[in-house]
């Protein structure tokens, strides 16, 4: 095996200033997310969540970001999932985005609550046929015996579609995470990286700091 301490890659992006940075971290992330889109990076949208259960004890995954609003950042999942679980014993949770062509990360912290039925409902419908069986089909996060019984039920699940639409199962649907922190950060020669954390404040702005890389 190779020595991985001598795996390293410089950065050599363009420097992030206090003065580029709007006041709202959602609509910050909404602008880099938008370059990251036009740039044509691979999957722009997937981020890991983080979140603990009622002893702290973490778990991360990677979901899709599929809603960006005043209020947050939303994702759809199984509703009797680990994270689910998690998520109801410990409401909170963190997002990290890493997007290695552009060097930049972006991270959010803060409480976590289900989307109405009504999204969850609109979203799912927007679902391309294939993704709404097997999200019906999926008992997410629980031991299944083989994968011939996972394609069975999934086969089960195409046949109902064929006499009635699907509708969204009570056990699916989105979760929007609503910050109360947020960091931006871009890779610099030398490891001299930018940071720059936002914090809500009691009066409901946000305070923005450069913190040390
Ligand atoms: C690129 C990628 C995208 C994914 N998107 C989702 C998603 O949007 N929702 C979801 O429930 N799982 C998604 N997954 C699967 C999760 O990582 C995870 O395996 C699953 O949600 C079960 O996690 P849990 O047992 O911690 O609840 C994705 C995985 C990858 C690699």
Not at 55 to 81: M, W
Not at 118 to 126: D, H, I
Not at 207 to 213: D, E, K, T
Request: with cysteine; hydrophobic share 35%.
């Amino acid at each position: 095996m190779s020595n991985l301490g001598d795996i390293r890659r410089d950065f050599d992006q363009q420097g992030l200033r206090r003065s580029q940075l709007l006041s709202n971290p959602l609509k910050q992330f909404e602008s880099w997310l938008d370059e990251a889109i036009k740039a044509d990076i691979t999957d722009p949208t997937a981020m890991t969540l983080a979140t603990a259960d009622q002893n702290g004890r973490p778990t991360a995954r990677i979901v899709l970001l599929k809603g960006l609003d005043e209020q947050g950042l939303c994702f759809y999942t199984h509703y009797h999932s680990n994270k689910a679980r998690q998520i109801a014993a410990n409401p909170q949770g963190a997002l990290v985005f890493f997007w290695p062509a552009m060097d930049r990360q972006i991270r959010f912290e803060g409480a976590i609550q289900k989307v109405s039925r009504q999204q969850s409902q609109a979203y799912f419908q927007s679902r391309p046929l294939g993704s709404q069986i097997s999200a019906t089909a999926s008992d997410q996060s629980q031991p299944v015996g083989s994968r011939e019984l996972l394609e069975q039920r999934a086969e089960e699940i195409a046949r109902q579609a064929e006499k009635a639409a699907l509708q969204l199962p009570d056990f699916w649907g989105g979760y929007r995470l609503i910050p109360d922190r947020a960091e931006f950060w871009v890779g610099r020669p030398s490891r001299l990286h930018d940071r720059f954390e936002y914090s809500l404040q009691a009066d409901g702005n946000w305070q923005i700091q450069r913190l040390c890389p």
